[in-house]
């Protein structure tokens, strides 16, 4: 699976951005597909996951009630809206797919980044005050 993210620039805080990761190389509907960002200075984290066919998704709670994760399985896209940005969420962002297949009950597990199988390129996401 070959990702290829997109969309990151510079915004002033309130502002709202949408990040877009383009798969290829494998059925989109058969992968489940996260967004991880890393910060300057910081360890990469988890922010987002919408699994196959995008039955369920998760959250970190620093992004909650403020970006949504979802998927166009015909456009074999998924996308980041991100909304009420925050000078906090200036980082690198990256898409990644899975192959796994954990449960409903085991949802937590696509926050670890060893559970993915391929990594796009990052798109950087600044934000001012």
């Known amino acids: 699976v070959q990702l290829q993210a997109s969309g990151g620039g510079s915004v002033q805080t309130g502002g709202s951005l949408r990040l877009s990761c383009i798969a290829s190389?494998?059925?989109?509907?058969?992968?489940?597909v996260g967004w991880f960002r890393q910060a300057p200075g910081k360890e990469r984290e988890f922010v987002a996951v919408?699994?196959?066919?995008?039955?369920?998704?998760s959250y970190a709670d620093s992004v909650k009630g403020r970006f949504t994760i979802s998927r166009d399985n015909a456009k074999n896209t998924v996308y980041l809206q991100m909304n009420n940005l925050k000078p906090e969420d200036t980082a690198v962002y990256y898409c990644a797919a899975s192959l796994l297949n954990f449960p409903l009950s085991a949802l937590s597990s696509y926050s670890i980044e060893s559970n993915y199988d391929y990594w796009g390129q990052g798109t950087l996401v600044t934000v001012s005050s």
């Open positions: 190389g494998r059925p989109f509907s058969s992968v489940t």
């Open positions: 919408d699994t196959r066919r995008g039955t369920r998704t």
